[in-house]
């Protein structure tokens, strides 16, 4: 690997880095109960702002990964290929049908700013979608697969490893809300569904799952 290449690749990865630590920080309940304690005025607008904030910081790391992408480590073969795009394509249909499970306007924050909603807490009740019943966060489920059924070159292998650490590290910090937010019941699904790998022997019928959420109480 040439000296070029290392100091791309360790760039990347600091820029990965520090927005990890930003983006968890701006989604911690911690920061949040301060910005609520010290600009109250601000909360409504809070959702909004993180999500566009995301997605500006974003930007430099997709410039710099198209601007330095080059030759993929390896290459499918034909049949693979074909393979690896039917899954992508099935991916991305199966993440816009799970949208339906989801409150995207308040996922977004256009709610919160619309209505005046300064609570600290998502406003989210808890839900068992289809693709719930199998893992407990689909959508890192969903982009694990996404950015490892390409050929990748080594810029696009660093932005793959970063993703999926920040994934399963990620889902951990969220679970710790999800039970603040959800409780026992949320105990028990976390228990009788994996959190990011679908396995056979552990999953929810849709009666189950009907049952679990009969149990639920919103705690806010």
């Known amino acids: 690997m040439s000296s070029s290449m290392s100091t791309q690749i360790f760039i990347l990865f600091s820029l990965w880095l520090v927005y990890f630590v930003l983006h968890s920080v701006m989604a911690s309940l911690r920061l949040k109960s301060w910005v609520a304690r010290h600009f109250s005025t601000l909360m409504p607008a809070y959702r909004l702002m993180f999500n566009t904030l995301s997605a500006i910081l974003l930007l430099p790391i997709l410039w710099l990964s198209f601007r330095w992408q080059g030759e993929p480590l390896w290459h499918w073969s034909t049949p693979i290929w074909w393979?690896?795009?039917?899954?992508?394509?099935?991916?991305?249909?199966?993440?816009?049908?799970?949208?339906?499970?989801?409150?995207?306007?308040?996922?977004?924050?256009?709610?919160?700013?619309?209505?005046?909603i300064d609570a600290v807490e998502d406003q989210e009740h808890f839900v068992i979608g289809d693709f719930h019943?199998?893992?407990?966060?689909?959508?890192?489920?969903?982009?694990?697969?996404?950015?490892?059924?390409?050929?990748?070159?080594?810029?696009?292998?660093?932005?793959?490893?970063?993703?999926?650490?920040?994934?399963?590290?990620?889902?951990?910090?969220?679970?710790?809300?999800?039970?603040?937010?959800?409780?026992?019941?949320?105990?028990?699904?976390?228990?009788?569904?994996p959190a990011l790998i679908p396995r056979p022997w552990r999953f929810l019928t849709r009666q189950q799952a009907a049952d679990l959420l009969a149990q639920y109480s919103p705690m806010h």
């Open 83 to 116: 393979l690896m795009m039917m899954i992508s394509v099935a991916t991305v249909i199966a993440f816009f049908i799970s949208l339906r499970y989801y409150d995207m306007d308040e996922f977004m924050g256009f709610k919160q700013w619309r209505e005046g």
């Open 133 to 193: 019943r199998f893992v407990r966060h689909p959508w890192y489920s969903m982009g694990i697969i996404l950015v490892w059924s390409r050929e990748l070159d080594p810029i696009m292998l660093t932005n793959a490893v970063m993703i999926t650490l920040y994934f399963v590290i990620g889902s951990l910090f969220e679970e710790r809300k999800l039970l603040r937010y959800h409780g026992d019941v949320y105990r028990q699904y976390r228990q009788r569904v």
